[in-house]
């Protein structure tokens, strides 16, 4: 069975044969073509870096008001009465309404308001995932797929390039600045 199916296939398996030493040639008289995809990985490392530390600012800016900003006389009024660490079957306090939820803190100076102490109040979450850091998110993956699609455009620009120069000239022409130069200047728009 497996030779009839070589023996099916002996025509795709010869074009195989011979895509891959024009691709060896290509490589041969154009080595610097795998220096792009190890430039296209660090540009992606900085930008990844570069996005993970400007995300935490983003994740770290709480608006103002988003915990009540008043006093509350017990611990339990303030961060609620907790039945199994969910608040499934107990009561949310004025400090847990929202998710991500902050904490609460006993002040030294109280607030006394009928002869009652309220010295208990609401610290905000130390981040918040909201609109701004949904769009960042996207930025993110969009810079990385452009990164992707240029490196592609890159290789592909050289190859073709090199594929139609005549036979020659091969090997002499610049192909990977002249494919970085049409590519930059002509399909930019296009891998956006």
């Known amino acids: 069975i497996w030779l009839i199916i070589v023996l099916c296939f002996v025509k795709r398996i010869n074009l195989a044969i011979k895509l891959n030493r024009v691709g060896a040639q290509f490589l041969n008289q154009n080595a610097l073509v795998v220096l792009v995809p190890i430039v296209q990985a660090l540009i992606g490392i900085i930008w990844v870096l570069l996005w993970c530390f400007l995300a935490s600012f983003l994740l770290s800016q709480v608006p103002e008001g988003y915990v009540p900003k008043g006093f509350y006389a017990t611990y339990a009024e303030a961060y609620g009465v907790d039945g199994d660490g969910l608040f499934e079957n107990g009561t949310p306090g004025?400090?847990?309404g929202s998710w991500p939820t902050g904490g609460v803190w006993k002040d030294n100076e109280c607030e006394v308001v009928d002869g009652t102490a309220k010295c208990w109040r609401c610290f905000p979450p130390r981040y918040v995932l909201d609109?701004?850091?949904?769009?960042?998110?996207?930025?993110?993956?969009?810079?990385?797929?452009?990164?992707?699609?240029?490196?592609?455009?890159?290789?592909?620009?050289?190859?073709?390039?090199?594929?139609?120069?005549?036979?020659?000239?091969?090997?002499?022409?610049?192909?990977?600045?002249?494919?970085?130069?049409?590519?930059?200047?002509?399909?930019?728009?296009?891998?956006?």
């Open 131 to 192: 609109y701004n850091f949904a769009y960042s998110f996207f930025v993110f993956l969009w810079n990385n797929a452009f990164n992707i699609a240029l490196g592609q455009c890159i290789v592909a620009g050289a190859v073709g390039a090199w594929f139609f120069t005549d036979n020659g000239q091969k090997g002499k022409n610049p192909v990977i600045l002249q494919s970085i130069k049409t590519t930059l200047k002509y399909h930019t728009g296009s891998i956006a």
């Open 94 to 96: 004025a400090c847990t």
